[in-house]
């Protein structure tokens, strides 16, 4: 498998993290996984109340970039400030899985839009580029949703990723033994800084559900790597 950029996306200086998962166990989350999380959502509820989310600065600069491919970020929110948003609400999220979870405290740790897909529902190589009027699927939000000018992530079947919503062909369920985790993370990051942050959350992800992880980043200057050339973590 190997996963690009396409080179029309060269001037928008993108970092997109990667991380492959093999042989994890996708479970309830443990009671550990459930309090840290009420716990960071109820402290970033006061956060909030002090830096309003879109003064946040992973949610401002992604704001910027979403305005520059051409996307409204007021109509076409992306993922990570749409659920700091339910938190400024006190609308908390529920566990849902061990996987789903911590992508969404990655996302809110982070705050970059970050989506996760099972592989095996995934057939071969996997592309990130721009949609357009055609472009969309059937989303885990449950309708329809059009990625015109939306950052979008397909393999040969079609268009499955983004970081406006996820689709439900690739969705990972307590089935999935093995998973591809990808990081939009914003351009003022350095590369170090990217894989530091690709390093911990892997080891936080299989420390939860096991297996073993690899990371790879996708920049303006690597725009295509294959599976088996990711650098290796350890939990």
């Known amino acids: 498998m190997k996963i690009s950029l396409h080179d029309s996306l060269s001037t928008y200086n993108l970092k997109i993290g990667i991380i492959y998962y093999n042989k994890i166990v996708v479970s309830d989350s443990p009671q550990m996984i459930k309090g840290r999380m009420q716990l960071y959502q109820e402290n970033l509820f ?58 969404n405290f990655f996302s809110l740790q982070y705050e970059v839009p970050i989506g996760i897909y099972d592989t095996d529902k995934l057939q071969g190589d996997i592309e990130i580029t721009l949609g357009d009027e055609e472009t969309g699927y059937e989303g885990l939000n449950g309708r329809h949703n059009s990625l015109k000018n939306i950052l979008y992530t397909h393999d040969e079947i079609g268009a499955f990723g983004s970081p406006f919503v996820d689709s439900k062909r690739t969705a990972v369920t307590e089935q999935t033994t093995s998973a591809l985790q990808i990081f939009y993370l914003y351009p003022s990051q350095t590369e170090e800084d990217c894989k530091k942050l690709l390093m911990a959350a892997g080891k936080m992800f299989t420390q939860v559900n096991g297996g073993d992880f690899s990371v790879t980043l996708l920049t303006n200057t690597t725009k295509e790597v294959a599976l088996h050339d990711f650098i290796s973590g350890s939990n």
């Open 46 to 103: 006061l956060e909030i109340q002090e830096t309003p989310v879109t003064e946040r600065a992973g949610i401002a600069e992604w704001r910027k970039l979403w305005k520059s491919l051409g996307a409204d970020p007021n109509r076409y929110r992306h993922s990570a400030e749409s659920l700091m948003r339910r938190i400024a609400k006190q609308n908390y999220l529920t566990p849902f899985h061990s996987a789903v979870d911590l992508n």
